[in-house]
């Protein structure tokens, strides 16, 4: 929806060009306005200022010379409430909003505070942040069901309050050092504040390297948690307080004590799937869909069309917007299935071809856009998917992240699964789940693989473990692996458990699906379009799906299988029961060919002290050529004066 900037000090007045300036490094993520809020904390005086592009008319914050010390800057993409009337910042009863993101359940809330009687200037879920907060206080993000990432002053308290959605699907990266606490929806606008130094952090480096996680690669800079809030008291410095707000449960026992069934659950979980789908399709510009050939996104994509059968939706359009990736590699090109959905629905699809020259024209606006480093060439071609929708003129776009996660859609969690059997003693179930491997995306020989993963992982000497890492941390240098002992045994040790339901929610909550989400919203909102994920942060879904046994999850060798059997009759049958889909994809190794005959001098000089000698023909064959490719340019960029473009 939009990109934030705040700033506060102890007191020392903060320089207005340079608030204006970072803000605008943001313009990618809210072309529509910009606001201001300035603001003196002693005194309680607020100045509302404007910008070039603002929809208002007001004092110019290159005008503005008064002594505050704090800074709410905002740049708005304008998706609910398109009217000069939700321009940010937003103020409400003496507080003030700037905010990132949509509350879904908006309208229901509304209705219920105008029965409160609670009154409304606007048709926005800006609006209602704010009068939910004035009758909720913090415990209003309890109330909302979307994503966000916002900051609101309580001029009445002189406190600050920001809060992050529950699932982590909007960013909030913040500093704070000798200029105070700054924060933003982007790393790039907090590197351009010159007292932020740009200090690599190494461990992150390693863990990057040895094993694709992603950490904080920034010393300086750290991101709110998901499900957190942070105050800061102006009254009394600037301390920050961090409070967890939502813990997700895994409660199998709950519904297996009301007699839930696999029947039944399939029922409730389409039911929680078409309402996630519907609340995402409230905008008031086009809403268009990211389209693979998986049943994840199919299942968005019929959905939509089963709604726009039964009324007409002017967001959506007669004939709805799709858009794919696809690929001349029949191996990893899922056009034909995504025709297959294209034709039952008669959407209007729209192709991209991306290919390695056009990876290499693109690198250095693809690493600027995601900020650091990132695991594979995939996320390319979800930038040229969003480029593509952009150029249609969509500013919302559905897909089906999390969904992987949610219903344990990877093969590694079939390790989890029959590691679950044999520590209840269910021998006669691991028998027969065995037998139906057939319907499963992996060989049983991998399923092995897997459990032992899952069991052992802990009880593997720390020597042994780096055979999971692809032989990657034998090409690194034994300086750099000495300098973080003990790291790989404890990244190995948290991606795998022997119960099912805690390995997803170890992928959602804190390593894969946090990764993907991240790399959506940067590649979003590079090109203005906010994306929505109807599987990553519905609260009903999620708590109900997480209630379910495993054996709902997977079953008779299908993955998914409670969510196949939940979209019946809605997806196309060959969609619903595949067992071949292919992740989203590139022909990643044709491409690391082309980028390292062009950068192979750049890419060795830069990450030279994190690998042994010689070894660099060896790592363009192995799974780590893209991690090398991918951080000596970003160290290249980091190096630069200034992150401003």
């Not at 929806?185 to 040895?210: F, G, M, Q």
């Not at 999971?468 to 003990?486: I, V």
């Amino acid at each position: 929806m939009c990109g934030i900037f705040g700033i506060v000090t102890n007191g020392a007045a903060v320089n207005p060009l340079l608030v204006s300036q970072l803000t605008n490094i943001l313009k990618h993520r809210g072309p529509d306005d910009e606001g201001y809020l300035a603001l003196n904390s002693k005194t309680g005086t607020v100045y509302d200022l404007i910008g070039d592009d603002s929809v208002i008319e007001g004092r110019h914050i290159s005008s503005f010379n008064e002594p505050v010390n704090m800074f709410l800057g905002h740049r708005r993409l304008a998706i609910l409430d398109l009217s000069p009337a939700a321009h940010q910042p937003m103020s409400y009863l003496n507080r003030y909003l700037i905010y990132n993101g949509e509350i879904y359940n908006y309208i229901e809330l509304r209705n219920d505070l105008l029965a409160a009687g609670y009154e409304f200037t606007s048709n926005s879920d800006s609006e209602v942040i704010l009068a939910s907060y004035d009758r909720w206080k913090d415990h209003c993000i309890d109330k909302f069901n979307g994503m966000w990432a916002f900051a609101i002053y309580d001029r009445t308290a002189n406190r600050l309050f920001c809060s992050r959605d529950r699932f982590g699907v909007k960013p909030f990266y913040y500093a704070t050092g000798k200029f105070g606490f700054a924060f933003a929806s982007e790393i790039k606008a907090l590197l351009a504040h010159p007292d932020i130094n740009r200090t690599v952090n190494e461990a992150a480096v390693y863990d990057y390297l040895a094993t694709g996680n992603e950490g904080q690669f920034l010393t300086e800079i750290e991101e709110l948690p998901p499900a957190h809030s942070l105050t800061i008291d102006l009254q009394s410095g600037l301390k920050l307080k961090l409070r967890k707000y939502y813990t997700l449960s895994v409660n199998p026992a709950l519904n297996a004590s009301e007699g839930v069934t696999a029947d039944s659950a399939a029922l409730k979980v389409r039911e929680l799937i078409l309402n996630s789908v519907a609340l995402r399709l409230r905008s008031d510009v086009t809403v268009g869909t990211c389209l693979s050939g998986g049943i994840d996104s199919t299942s968005i994509v019929c959905a939509i069309d089963s709604f726009i059968k039964k009324e007409n939706m002017l967001q959506v359009g007669i004939r709805q917007k799709t858009f794919t990736a696809s690929y001349k590699d029949a191996a990893i090109d899922e056009s034909r299935w995504a025709k297959i959905v294209t034709s039952q629905t008669n959407t209007q699809w729209h192709q991209t071809y991306p290919s390695a020259d056009e990876l290499l024209g693109d690198l250095d606006n693809l690493i600027y856009t995601q900020d650091i480093p990132f695991r594979s060439t995939s996320i390319y071609a979800q930038y040229r998917v969003m480029k593509l929708a952009h150029e249609h003129g969509v500013k919302v776009l559905l897909d089906g992240q999390g969904a992987d996660e949610l219903f344990a859609g990877y093969p590694m969690f079939y390790g989890a699964f029959f590691s679950n059997m044999l520590n209840e003693g269910n021998l006669r179930r691991f028998a027969a789940e065995l037998a139906h491997m057939g319907n499963a995306p992996l060989s049983a020989a991998s399923v092995l693989m897997y459990m032992l993963k899952s069991s052992l992982m802990k009880s593997i000497p720390n020597s042994l473990k780096n055979i999971f890492t692809g032989g990657l941390n034998n090409l690194l240098s034994e300086k750099f692996k000495n300098a973080h002992k003990g790291r790989l045994s404890a990244l190995l040790n948290g991606k795998y458990s022997g119960n099912l339901n805690t390995m997803l929610m170890q992928y959602m909550l804190k390593e894969n699906l946090q990764c993907l989400l991240k790399y959506e919203d940067r590649n979003s909102m590079r090109f203005s379009i906010e994306s929505r994920v109807p599987f990553a942060d519905d609260t009903p879904l999620i708590e109900y799906v997480f209630s379910l046994p495993g054996a709902f999850k997977i079953h008779n060798g299908w993955s998914k299988y409670v969510f196949r059997r939940a979209v019946s009759g809605l997806v196309p049958e060959a969609i619903q029961w595949r067992k071949d889909k292919v992740a989203f994809n590139t022909p990643e190794k044709l491409w690391i060919k082309e980028i390292y005959r062009y950068m192979r001098q750049s890419i060795e000089h830069e990450t030279a002290g994190y690998f042994k000698p010689a070894v660099f023909g060896e790592l363009m064959n192995s799974g780590g050529a893209w991690r090398a490719i991918n951080l000596s340019m970003w160290l290249s960029a980091l190096k630069k004066p200034s992150a401003i473009r």
